[in-house]
């Protein structure tokens, strides 16, 4: 089953390759991994997107509670939570595709951030099943390139992760 | 007074109480090195390769209850350090590792012995450390040393570029560590400590099976209390030897792979498991499913909750260091108003005494020809039991685990979850090193002892009056049985031709030598090395090529469907 983590832990270098190095080690899954420093500088937070039975999960969550530089371990799927991710597309833009290419970023509530004669670059947010609905809604042949963060959640209300 | 980095990574050793550092010079800690020299209080024991070093470390620190410390230099210092450290971590040893590096702005450029020491040790370390700053460093061995310590122990690193060892700060050692994101449990949950004396109160065919974490703890007082308190047989892993008397009538011998039948037997079909210290590896239990065949209640004491429902699934996990929950067990029990019942588990008892029948450690004794187990039932009773053993790994090591009957803790010295050959020889230079006067032998193979013969020279420098038990077959015997039993007598590159002559080679670095070819020399030999306390005897016993180690229980298969000597 498909589980999202969210990881505190010191903002060190080092730190996050002792997470990454901790599923590769132990054959776990890593769907995407994002991190960023948080508001407090010394720590930054993670989040990872994996999968695997109940005691496959059991063992990751205790296994990252172990690495000593990370500070706090929850899993978000366990109770209500939200997830985004952002992707950048940059589509082939010509012609009578310039107008449906805007509709269809409308119509997903993305914005296109970069135009050219022959390009746009649209931003898009949404969970991940939003993003692929959108490469999906439009013609395969005119996508460049497309960039995608991973996921980044957070728990409900007062689902709070913080020291 | 301003110190340099170096002298303050001596003074925190010295602040640590570290008694040796074993260690090999090189370029990245020569600042090291040279504040070393300038002092008498921490001892330098020079190895002969680097991977002795951190053994050496690694078997001070299992024999007694301190931490052993290791100093290499960067680059290859490190890369022949990394089986020494896999070796400490797979057993849980705590250790620190000091490592030279190469200058900071040379970090990164392909320096000359240059590795990525902190990338390199990752996955076998409790924890490590790169240095950047020399303020740092006292700080840093203090976290290093609490790491090692505290919680579920293991090996830390500590890596030092050259730079910083020669900048120079003010030196005061840290009274305290606080480290936010680590805060081992201690104490157990009472909840829990009463559950679990409720299911043991109930059990008809209980057991109680103990590892590794009960040395590491210095729980063996509370486990055998308890066990005589409930009045159930005890098994112990590889690594918990010594942790139960194993001359106590309760105890059942070791189990798993080479374990006694009534150890392995009462495993499968006991209806009460308390797992103390122990991690259900796959050496111990074998097949999982198989195991899970037969109905059973656990309760799994352990520091670590990771080693928890990791391979097996436990019913009620006591997360704790293993000697606070033996006591609270303890309490309650005796605090209980049920209490044992030993006419419930009479049957049991009556059960596990037919498996004993089995008598499954028998072997052929001959006249003609040594037995490897014969010299280790030798080794214990000239040495009455009090010897600590180190052993290498392979059939030798099965054989000391079986025949030599360990009555007390930390005596049993070896290589249980990386299964390093070369272990032994320099393991049993830091037991030495920290039990002067002690009997310490090494149990080896003509295989295993080659992966560290050259520090017969340290043993030379530092006067270590070792014996070394070296049962020759001729054979990378462990390898030759499995090819045996599973690929149809086809023994590749598991004999061992051109070998030394040990003798020669033992008085070739200062030692004496000495050869065994017939059983009725055995006992007299080993009386005459043990007489001279003051030498190492290299003893080559020449033995049978052909002797198996059983009773066996083949990879994965299950504790029930075990070999017998008696079945081929």
Not at chain 1, 26 to 52: H, Q
Not at chain 2, 294 to 323: C, F, M, Q
């Amino acid at each position: 089953m498909r589980h999202i983590m969210s990881l505190l832990t010191e903002n060190e270098a080092g730190a996050l390759s002792r997470v990454s190095g901790l599923f590769s080690a132990r054959g776990y899954n890593i769907e995407s991994l994002t991190v960023a420093p948080t508001e407090d500088p010394t720590l930054s937070r993670i989040t990872i997107v994996t999968s695997g039975s109940d005691a496959v999960i059991e063992q990751i969550f205790k296994q990252l509670n172990k690495l000593i530089e990370v500070v706090a371990v929850m899993d978000l799927s366990e109770g209500e939570h939200l997830e985004r991710e952002l992707m950048l597309v940059k589509v082939r833009a010509i012609g009578s595709v310039r107008e449906e290419m805007k509709r269809m970023t409308d119509i997903f509530r993305g914005c296109i951030i970069d135009v050219t004669d022959k390009t746009y670059t649209i931003e898009l947010t949404g969970t991940g099943q939003k993003l692929e609905s959108f490469l999906q809604a439009i013609d395969r042949s005119l996508i460049l390139e497309t960039v995608r963060t991973g996921a980044s959640g957070i728990g409900r209300g007062d689902r709070i992760l913080k020291l | 007074m301003e110190l340099t980095g170096a002298e303050i990574t001596i003074r925190c050793l010295q602040e640590e109480g570290a008694e040796y550092v074993f260690g090999y010079p090189g370029g990245a800690v020569l600042h090291i090195y040279d504040a070393l020299f300038t002092q008498d209080q921490v001892k330098h024991i020079l190895v002969r390769h680097e991977q002795a070093a951190v053994h050496a470390a690694d078997g001070y620190a299992r024999s007694t209850d301190k931490v052993g410390v290791a100093l290499v230099t960067s680059g290859p210092g490190v890369t022949n350090a990394v089986t020494g450290i896999a070796t400490a971590y797979m057993d849980s040893i705590p250790m620190v590792i000091i490592s030279g590096q190469v200058p900071t702005h040379a970090i990164g450029e392909d320096a000359f012995q240059e590795v990525d020491t902190v990338g390199i040790t990752r996955p076998c370390v409790k924890h490590n450390f790169l240095v950047k700053d020399v303020k740092d460093i006292a700080g840093t061995i203090k976290k290093a040393f609490y790491l090692a310590k505290s919680g579920r122990p293991g090996p830390v690193l500590v890596d030092i570029p050259k730079d910083i060892s020669s900048h120079k700060t003010e030196f005061s050692y840290p009274s305290s560590v606080n480290i936010r994101s680590y805060n081992p449990v201690q104490q157990s949950d009472l909840g829990q400590v009463k559950l679990a004396v409720q299911l043991l109160l109930a059990a008809k065919r209980p057991m109680i099976y103990a590892g590794g974490g009960v040395i590491l703890a210095d729980a063996s007082k509370q486990l055998t209390e308890l066990v005589h308190l409930l009045g159930f047989p005890c098994t112990n892993t590889l690594m918990g030897l010594g942790g139960y008397p194993a001359t106590d009538k309760q105890f059942v011998g070791m189990l798993g792979m080479h374990g006694t039948y009534e150890a392995n037997m009462g495993m499968q079909y006991c209806d009460v498991l308390l797992a103390i210290g122990a991690r259900f590896d796959d050496r111990v239990v074998g097949n999982v499913e198989h195991f899970n065949q037969e109905k059973r209640k656990i309760i799994h004491v352990d520091i670590d909750p990771s080693s928890i429902s990791k391979r097996v699934k436990v019913d009620l996990p006591i997360v704790g260091d293993v000697a606070n929950v033996l006591d609270d067990l303890l309490a309650e029990l005796r605090g209980s108003k049920e209490k044992p019942d030993q006419q419930a588990i009479a049957p049991w008892w009556a059960q596990i005494k037919e498996w004993r029948g089995k008598n499954s450690l028998v072997y052929k004794h001959s006249d003609e020809i040594i037995k490897p187990q014969f010299v280790i039932e030798k080794l214990y009773e000239v040495t009455q039991g009090e010897a600590f053993i180190t052993s290498d790994v392979g059939q030798h090591q099965m054989w000391a685990a079986q025949y030599y009957k360990f009555d007390k803790p930390r005596r049993w010295i070896n290589s249980g979850g990386l299964g390093t050959m070369g272990f032994g020889l320099p393991a049993a230079m830091g037991v030495q090193l920290a039990h002067p006067g002690a009997h310490v032998a090494c149990v080896t193979g003509e295989g295993s002892i080659q992966m560290c013969i050259q520090e017969l020279s340290t043993c030379k420098q530092f006067q270590l009056p070792l014996k070394i038990i070296m049962l020759n077959n001729r054979y990378l015997g462990m390898v030759r049985q499995w090819q045996q039993f599973f690929h149809g007598n086809r023994y590749a590159e598991s004999y061992m031709d051109a070998l030394p002559d040990f003798v020669k080679l033992a008085e070739a670095y200062g030692h004496i030598g000495i050869r065994i070819e017939k059983p009725s020399d055995v006992e007299p030999a080993l009386k005459e090395a043990f007489e001279r306390k003051q030498q190492l005897v290299f003893m080559d016993f020449i033995t049978d090529q052909t002797e198996n180690v059983f009773p066996m229980v083949q990879g994965g298969k299950g504790l029930s469907e075990v070999i017998l000597a008696e079945d081929l």
